[in-house]
């Protein structure tokens, strides 16, 4: 039961630890669905999640959480990942960036995901980034500086609220033109951001009017938005438990255990999705099929 004679991208999302050094005000990863014996995760209950997900076909991972670099084996886990030729997505928030963490991220990731929100230090302290905002700022300066950093695909990655909605176009001034994407996402109701709607929402019309206003500018990097309806249905989510979730209007929904196959048919068909693959493409810069 594998897609592997086929050339999708078949991305996985892994939330491998629920443990976060980071309170933001939008979180929408799935924290509810964690216990707290897996915010800890053995890393024999991760391998055998990413063994089960490469044999019904997954070739792309996105490592998530949580904070992934609070997960003491993961660069074990990325290196396992990567032996077994998948292409590996790290999402951190840079807390925890030094030299001897930034060399091995360039050794076993393909695409390094950062988040951006704003430039200034109350909007940051507002939306709960004032910890990781200027790390991912020094890091992008060294980015652009040294030609070492090209081996990797760098993503940006911006939620769009009502408290940084002016702030954003500023980021064009720090992110570098060499970057590979900037990503912008309409802030969507789920996790902590449920909690918090009343005070981040923005609507459509506020959110279209950030992307003339970018456009507009004539930015040199490629730019994707998505809007809170598109991030429904747009990934799976496997937590510890071998639980999958997707992205639903509701938050999150439960599609069924990773070791069951009915689940695993469900998800071999989202796979062959034409608009699936071509949503993977844009996220993930992934290869064309």
């Known amino acids: 039961m594998s897609n592997k004679n086929n050339n999708n991208n078949n991305n996985t999302c892994l939330f491998i630890t629920g443990n976060c050094n980071s309170k933001c005000t939008y979180c929408y990863a799935p924290t509810f669905y964690i216990t707290e014996k897996e915010k800890n995760a053995k890393f024999k209950k991760n391998i055998q999640n990413v063994d089960q997900a490469i044999k ?57 995901g950062l988040p951006l929100d704003s430039l200034d230090p109350k909007v940051n302290t507002k939306l709960g980034r004032q910890k990781s905002y200027q790390k991912v700022i020094d890091f992008l300066k060294e980015y652009e500086e040294n030609q070492y950093y090209d081996q990797i695909k760098l993503k940006i990655a911006t939620v769009a609220t009502s408290i940084n909605l002016k702030s954003i176009p500023e980021l064009m001034e720090i992110i570098p033109a060499k970057a590979d994407l900037w990503k912008i996402y309409q802030f969507c109701q789920r996790g902590r951001g449920e909690k918090n709607k009343n005070l981040l929402n923005i609507n459509l019309k506020e959110f279209n009017q950030l992307k003339k206003t970018i456009k507009a500018k004539n930015p040199s990097i490629k730019i994707v938005f998505a809007t809170e309806k598109s991030i ?6 496997i937590i510890p438990s071998g639980k999958v979730l997707i992205p639903s209007p509701r938050g999150y929904q ?36």
Do not use: H, M
């Not at 886990?77 to 001897?100: D, E, G, M, Q």
């Not at 429904?232 to 989510?237: I, P």
């Not at 255990?257 to 810069?285: C, F, G, H, M, S």
């Open 232 to 237: 429904n249905f747009s990934n799976f989510l």
């Open 56 to 112: 019904i076909g997954a070739n792309s991972f996105v490592i998530t959480g949580g904070e992934p670099l609070l997960y003491k084996d993961l660069f074990k886990l990325l290196a396992y990942i990567k032996a077994n030729n998948c292409s590996v997505y790290l999402n951190t928030n840079a807390i925890l960036f030094n030299n001897k963490t930034i060399l091995k991220i360039l050794k076993y990731v393909d695409i390094l």
């Open 254 to 289: 439960i599609l069924g255990y990773l070791n069951d196959k009915l689940t695993q048919k469900k998800i071999q068909e989202v796979w062959n999705n034409p608009n699936y693959q071509a949503n993977l493409r844009r996220t993930y810069l992934l290869k064309d099929s």
